[in-house]
């Protein structure tokens, strides 16, 4: 995880260097172990090893996403969703093998992005098959719906630096609407 970190590091510094000088250290195993203890979960090594290396990316959407929660974003945002858990759906859905489908939402998916619009992107602890613990999926306030992003974070995290190298990326110098940290702003090119 420190090599992609730094991969992703080293495009930013190139890009917009008040971003780079702005991302959060890593988080102590202390502050893990302590989000972990709210939410009750184990998170998977990848997410344990990504926050390791930062506690956030604040100024940086990541695809058509917004910017990775910092631990203590995670929780909060974990804990208002908390009290919708095991909500049946709001309409009768097949289960896939993929997500779970019986429920409107899972306390054992963890948010680490919000859309800003409800929506988030999760990490999954709560499969219908044990493989697919970890996986990445995508889920939307409207009809309460997820869907699949990558087998994990490392995945997730690949595809965003690989985008970055690739000069996929631009910065908004004033921020724009997205950003309140008085930082540029990092987005995908339209």
Not at 24 to 36: H, M, N
Not at 61 to 77: P, R, V
Not at 89 to 116: K, L, N, Q, T
Request: hydrophobic letters at 40%.
């Amino acid at each position: 995880m420190q090599e992609l970190w730094a991969r992703i590091e080293t495009v930013l510094g190139r890009i917009v260097p008040g971003v780079l000088a702005a991302m959060p250290p890593g988080a102590t195993e202390e502050e893990i172990a302590a989000v972990e203890a709210v939410m009750g979960v184990e998170l998977p090594q990848d997410v344990r090893d990504s926050y390791r290396c930062h506690d956030g990316l604040p100024g940086v959407l990541i695809g058509q996403h917004a910017a990775l929660y910092s631990l203590g974003e995670m929780a909060d945002d974990w804990r208002e969703r908390a009290v919708d858990a095991g909500d049946p759906p709001w309409d009768e859905r097949a289960e896939d093998g993929v997500i779970r489908r019986d429920i409107s939402w899972s306390a054992g998916w963890i948010p680490f992005i919000g859309i800003g619009n409800g929506d988030v992107i999760c990490i999954d602890l709560d499969p219908p098959t044990p493989e697919r613990r970890g996986q990445v999926i995508d889920w939307s306030h409207e009809g309460w719906r997820a869907r699949y992003e990558t087998a994990g974070l490392r995945e997730f995290l690949e595809g965003f630096a690989a985008d970055l190298e690739a000069d996929r990326y631009q910065v908004d110098e004033t921020g724009g609407a997205w950003s309140d940290s008085g930082l540029p702003l990092v987005m995908l090119k339209d």
